[in-house]
Structures are given as C-alpha cells and as structure tokens.
C-alpha cells in the first residue's frame, strides 16, 4: 500500500504479546525501540502522523508503513480512549501485579544483581534465595549463549523446571528495561497475556527506561 489512511481519535495501545516481544530481548530492533518509547510515556497517545514518526525515528511514509507493520503483527491496537500508566509507587504496585501473574498466586521480581524488589506468595527468606538463583541463571546463560542461541537457535531466554508433562513448575523469565535487566521468577503458569502484564512493564518502564524521545 503507499498510502495510509488514519483512523480519527483512536490511542496507541501495546497488547500483551506487544509488552512480552519488546522486554524479552535486549537486542536493538526498530520495533522493540518503538514500542519501548510507547511505554515510557505516562498516557497513551492519540494516533497520528507525528507520533508515528517520533516513536520510530523514520519519515512520514515509512513510519506509517512501519505502524502498520506494527498492528499487523499484534504488537499494537488502536484504542477509542486513553489508557493512564500506573500511579502508584512500584514498591505499593509489586505485591499485588506479581500475583495475577501466577496462576498460583507466587511470583518474584529480581534485580540482575539476585536481589528481590518484590514478591508475593513466596516466603521472604525463599523470595531472596530464587532472586539469587535468578543471577546465577543469567551467568550460566552468558556463558552459553553462542551454543544456545547461535548453534541451536533457541531465541527464548528463559529457564523452568518442569514437570513429567512439560507444565512449568518455576520459570525465570528475563525482562529487559533500559540498561537494566530484570528476571520475573514465577510459581506455576505464567498469566503474561492479560494487561496486569502491561501494567508492571509500563510502571517499570517509566522508571527504568532510557529511550524516550526528547519531545512527544
């Protein structure tokens, strides 16, 4: 198509599986910079020619080739009202965002250095031990990243123990921020799809993130 034809008065929304593709990976992708921009700022913007270019750093016609690019592949949604990122501190945020995110109601985020900045179901001297785990992890990968993602072709970073059946049990799942990374460590199924999702990478986003344009 060489010409676009915006739809009036919709916002600019990440969908869940937009929120997972930008945060489980760090390596640089004009999509995943877009995206990344889209969740720092603290409402969702109206749509427009503008915004296209800004969140992608492309020009006019390219850009909005790109957004549709974009909303073709899931990544994004047009929304007929705004969506405000979350106002509270992350500290109040954590306890009750990480437990939606479990179907068991247990989940931890760590920080890459294996210390826990919340939990919820877990005990607090478990909490601190899966943090751990979760750096110790991030280093086995490191070391074994060319076999697993350049020989083999694994481009999924995260780690589980599973059951006879496959069904995870605990999984480590990386999520890239800024210059930061950070490891959700939850008990059960993951509930990723689904805003609560959202809602933690957006809050951290707008304190962890650094690829914000300088105006918007």
């Not at 750093?57 to 705004?82: C, D, N, S, Y």
């Not at 496959?166 to 993951?190: C, K, M, Q």
Request: net charge negative.
């Amino acid at each position: 198509m060489s010409e676009y034809v915006l739809s009036d008065n919709l916002y600019l929304g990440v969908t869940p599986g937009g929120v997972y593709y930008t945060v489980q990976d760090n390596h640089e992708e004009p999509g995943r910079l877009f995206l990344h921009r889209l969740l720092q700022e603290s409402q969702t913007p109206l749509f427009n020619t503008e915004i296209a270019c800004q969140l992608s750093g492309m020009k006019r016609q390219r850009a909005l080739e790109f957004v549709h690019w974009l909303q073709e592949a899931g990544l994004i949604t047009g929304l007929e009202h705004p969506e405000q990122a979350p106002h509270e501190s992350l500290e109040r945020l954590l306890p009750s965002l990480l437990r939606a995110l479990s179907d068991e109601g247990k989940a931890v985020l760590a920080e890459s250095r294996g210390l826990y900045l919340g939990s919820a179901g877990f005990p607090h001297e478990a909490a601190e031990e899966l943090a751990a785990l979760s750096a110790n992890l991030t280093a086995v990968y490191a070391r074994h990243k060319a076999l697993l993602q350049g020989n083999l072709r694994y481009n999924q970073r995260a780690w589980g123990l599973v059951d006879a059946t496959g069904n995870s049990e605990l999984g480590f799942w990386p999520v890239y921020i800024g210059n930061n990374r950070f490891t959700l460590i939850i008990g059960g199924i993951p509930q990723f799809n689904q805003p609560i999702f959202k809602q933690l990478v957006w809050a951290l986003e707008l304190r962890y993130g650094t690829t914000k344009p300088e105006s918007l």
